[in-house]
């Protein structure tokens, strides 16, 4: 019978002894999770601190503080490594590590990662389309911005970055729907001038292609979206192309107010001059050519045309 009663004794030792070295080794490994993460090394201090969490439940009520303290710092070791995938621009990989970031944030009751973690991911979304953009990826860029809006509808410089990336890629109606979309999300003001920009280097290739009506119309629909000089100028040299010479005087008249001190004003003063004589109109066309009698180039025959008209 002692035998038996010291055979028990011993079981009990060893387990009682077995059970405060698995607590050693626990306490080890989250001592070394604690270690990498001081050298900067995420990805070790988080394979370290999961080890521990499991380590540290075996462990039953003894290991209840270190599991404790790996609940809590195991959220935030996840998020560190997305950031740190950010700061390399690694983005197609960030992402997934932040939605993994909330889903350990919110099984381990730490609302605060979580909603620091979700909120990230359409700014990555939106830096990465930036990235993009600016190495002229447009379809790339597309896709990210597309993404930044899927998770965040309400972000107006994602819409507005997204009709660049659409009007880059020459896609017109696509970048209109989304300087629209910028503009419904309170950026007006940015989104009406890129739409203006938009069709007046869409006038300047038709005037290069020798279409010159769609060139007055894209001219006229930049000067629509906001004011633009070049749009005019565009228009009124189309205008004349085509013979229109009243729409031609007024694009170009329009294009010398918005641009008073532009290099060429004397040879539109001229052209405005030459047109409005055309036209009938010599009051006009003296007031113009008297405006350059001065100049060197277009002074000679401005002279002989104020002569001609008996200008007063």
Same mark, same amino acid.
């Given at each position: 019978?002692?035998?038996?009663?010291?055979?028990?004794?011993?079981?009990?030792?060893?387990?009682?002894?077995? %059970?405060?070295?698995?607590?050693?080794?626990?306490?080890?490994?989250?001592?070394?999770?604690?270690?990498?993460?001081?050298?900067?090394?995420?990805?070790?201090?988080?394979?370290?601190?999961?080890?521990?969490?499991?380590?540290?439940?075996?462990?039953?009520?003894?290991?209840?503080?270190?599991?404790?303290?790996?609940?809590?710092?195991?959220?935030?070791?996840?998020?560190?490594?997305?950031?740190?995938?950010?700061?390399?621009?690694?983005?197609?990989?960030?992402?997934?590590?932040?939605?993994?970031?909330? $889903?350990?944030? $919110?099984?381990?009751?730490?609302?605060?990662?979580?909603? $620091?973690?979700?909120?990230?991911?359409?700014?990555?979304?939106?830096?990465?389309?930036?990235?993009?953009?600016?190495?002229?990826?447009?379809?790339?860029?597309?896709?990210?911005?597309?993404?930044?809006?899927?998770?965040?509808?309400?972000?107006?410089?994602?819409?507005?970055?997204?009709?660049?990336?659409?009007?880059?890629?020459?896609?017109?109606?696509?970048?209109?729907?989304?300087?629209?979309?910028?503009?419904?999300?309170?950026? $007006?003001?940015?989104?009406?001038?890129?739409?203006?920009?938009?069709?007046?280097?869409?006038? %300047?290739?038709?005037?290069?292609?020798?279409?010159?009506?769609?060139?007055?119309?894209?001219?006229?629909?930049?000067?629509?979206?906001?004011?633009?000089?070049?749009?005019?100028?565009?228009?009124?040299?189309?205008?004349?192309?085509?013979?229109?010479?009243?729409?031609?005087?007024?694009?170009?008249?329009?294009?010398?107010?918005?641009?008073?001190?532009?290099?060429?004003?004397?040879?539109?003063?001229?052209?405005?001059?030459?047109?409005?004589?055309?036209?009938?109109?010599?009051?006009? %066309?003296?007031?113009?050519?008297?405006?350059?009698?001065?100049?060197?180039?277009?002074?000679?025959?401005?002279?002989?045309?104020?002569?001609?008209?008996?200008?007063?």
């Amino acid at each position: 019978m002692k035998k038996f009663f010291l055979s028990l004794a011993a079981v009990a030792l060893a387990a009682g002894s077995m %059970a405060a070295q698995d607590m050693a080794q626990a306490t080890e490994t989250y001592n070394n999770g604690a270690m990498s993460l001081q050298m900067g090394d995420n990805t070790s201090a988080l394979a370290y601190f999961e080890q521990a969490l499991t380590m540290g439940e075996a462990c039953g009520e003894e290991g209840t503080e270190l599991v404790n303290n790996c609940k809590d710092i195991i959220p935030q070791v996840t998020l560190a490594i997305a950031k740190d995938l950010i700061q390399a621009e690694k983005y197609d990989e960030a992402v997934p590590q932040l939605q993994k970031a909330a $889903e350990v944030a $919110e099984t381990y009751a730490k609302p605060e990662v979580a909603d $620091e973690a979700t909120g990230l991911i359409p700014q990555v979304y939106m830096q990465q389309g930036n990235t993009l953009l600016n190495a002229k990826d447009y379809e790339g860029a597309i896709a990210a911005y597309q993404k930044t809006v899927a998770v965040d509808p309400d972000n107006g410089n994602a819409y507005l970055r997204l009709g660049m990336a659409y009007g880059a890629s020459g896609k017109i109606a696509d970048a209109e729907k989304a300087y629209a979309s910028a503009i419904q999300h309170g950026m $007006e003001s940015q989104a009406s001038k890129q739409l203006s920009n938009l069709y007046v280097k869409l006038s %300047a290739s038709y005037l290069k292609l020798k279409k010159y009506q769609e060139a007055i119309d894209a001219a006229l629909k930049s000067n629509e979206y906001n004011e633009n000089a070049t749009a005019m100028k565009v228009a009124g040299t189309a205008a004349s192309q085509l013979k229109n010479n009243a729409d031609a005087v007024k694009y170009l008249e329009a294009y010398l107010a918005l641009s008073p001190n532009a290099k060429d004003a004397n040879q539109m003063y001229y052209t405005i001059a030459a047109l409005s004589q055309m036209l009938g109109d010599n009051a006009k %066309a003296c007031g113009y050519y008297q405006k350059i009698t001065g100049d060197p180039k277009f002074g000679p025959t401005a002279k002989q045309q104020i002569a001609a008209l008996k200008c007063n």
